[in-house]
């Protein structure tokens, strides 16, 4: 069975510092990877992914991820946080292997960016 | 805007009754997905349809069924409500059949509240 883990339900950052959200995965083989964003009353959006190759993944709004095979890790970053950027954040794993596969989601992450 | 719409934005029903949400994916998208955010379970994932057929199933009660038609938009059926179904329901699609990473683009969502 696959798994992911958010170990931080909220996350406080000051406007301008950099930004961690954490996020563990479990899997049998090797993980496909995801973050998505949600804003008060919308649906999710997606921000990135991880397929495979480089470590470090870019995606939307400035945001960036580091897969860490070793510490199961997929945290994202961002070097200098913005107050539009207060929002849910979710991670999402998936096992390469098994054909069909749902998209397992982490608990979310709420984001505060304080001015 | 992701392109997946979902209709109606909000409902409010009674216990008992029977509700269908209905979701229009993003053109070109074949798979369409079904999943449930609540406060205490936070994001599950329901089921998946790709052209027509069912691909993959998640968390989902045997009070609830979907389908997807052959012109792909998508119903979810929830019978027999209970309190504990008021919940966001979110509609997402994606190009392929789903066993490949692709992004899964998600709609703004149906609110239903069972009173």
Known sequence: AQSVAQPEDQVNVAEGNPLTVKCTYSVSGNPYLFWYVQYPNRGLQFL???????????GSYGFEAEFNKSQTSFHLK?????????ALYFCAVRDREGGYQKVTFGTGTKLQVIP | DSGVTQTPKHLITATGQRVTLRCSPRSGDLSVYWYQQSLDQGLQFLIQYYNGEERAKGNILER??????PDLHSELNLSSLEL???????????????NEPVTQYFGPGTRLLVL
């Open chain 1, 48 to 58: 990135l992914k991880y397929i495979t190759g480089d470590n470090l993944v870019k």
């Open chain 1, 78 to 86: 961002k070097p200098s946080a913005l107050v539009s950027d207060s």
């Open chain 2, 64 to 69: 609830f069924s979907a389908q997807q038609f």
């Open chain 2, 84 to 98: 504990g179904d008021s919940a966001l329901y979110f509609c997402a699609s994606s190009l392929g059949t789903g």
